[in-house]
């Protein structure tokens, strides 16, 4: 049946993918942070060839409301983390990819998040790829727009998200009680032809020995 082949198919591919250590997917920050509480500033950069060496170096500058230039709050290099600003000092952590200095994820943590850290936040790739006979380097860049609110709000997109969550859960349930239902039926309908063929067949043994001795009484006559 083609039904059980796909599921089966989708099964292997969810293993797969599940044993594929250090995969790498860039997901956006969340852009809305509550006043007093910590915050994760959110930048990924995946290697578009991840069998090629690198390191990288990261910069996260800074631009608040009003104000026209950026201003440089952190930097993470091979000998650690450096808080470059006094409005962010011991008020930063690094967040994102450690024991490597292959780095994909410069995410930071905000601790304490006052007002006056709503703004526009800038991540600074610099790397480095290391080929064969030369080394390539390259600078990539993220924005994040933060916003900091006093009190935690549900968007649209969070409620819809849930509740497709659930509609999907539910939805699930529903096409694994029909499978099993499908399933159990066609076991019944198996075994109940395997009952009707072994009567048949016995049925047919019986004639057969019957036939076979009335031939003998018939010639002992």
Not at 102 to 119: E, H, K, M, P
Request: with cysteine.
């Amino acid at each position: 049946m083609a039904l059980p082949r796909i599921l089966l198919f989708a099964f292997l591919c969810t293993l797969f993918v599940y044993q594929c250590h250090g995969a790498c997917a860039e997901v956006d920050s969340d852009t809305e942070a509550v006043a007093g509480k910590g915050f994760k500033l959110g930048c990924i950069s995946c290697k578009r060839r991840s069998e090629v060496p690198g390191s990288a170096t990261i910069e996260w500058h800074f631009r608040a409301k009003g104000d026209a230039d950026f201003v440089l709050i952190y930097t993470y290099n091979e000998e650690g983390p450096t808080i470059e600003h006094d409005q962010f000092l011991d008020r930063v952590d690094w967040n994102g990819s450690k024991r490597s200095n292959d780095i994909q994820d410069a995410s930071i943590y905000l601790l304490n998040v006052t007002f006056n850290d709503s703004g526009t936040y800038s991540c600074f790739f610099n790397r480095i790829l290391f080929y064969d006979n030369y080394e390539y380097k390259d600078v990539v860049s993220k924005v994040v727009h933060l916003s900091v609110v006093g009190k935690a709000t549900r968007g649209t997109a969070s409620i819809v998200s849930e509740v497709m969550m659930y509609v999907s859960i539910i939805g699930l349930q529903l096409w694994l009680l029909i499978e099993m239902i499908y399933c159990y039926r066609k076991i019944a309908a198996a075994g109940e032809e395997a009952l009707r063929e072994a009567a048949n067949a016995e049925y047919l043994a019986i004639a057969s020995e019957s036939k076979d001795n009335c031939a003998g009484v018939q010639v002992g006559e």
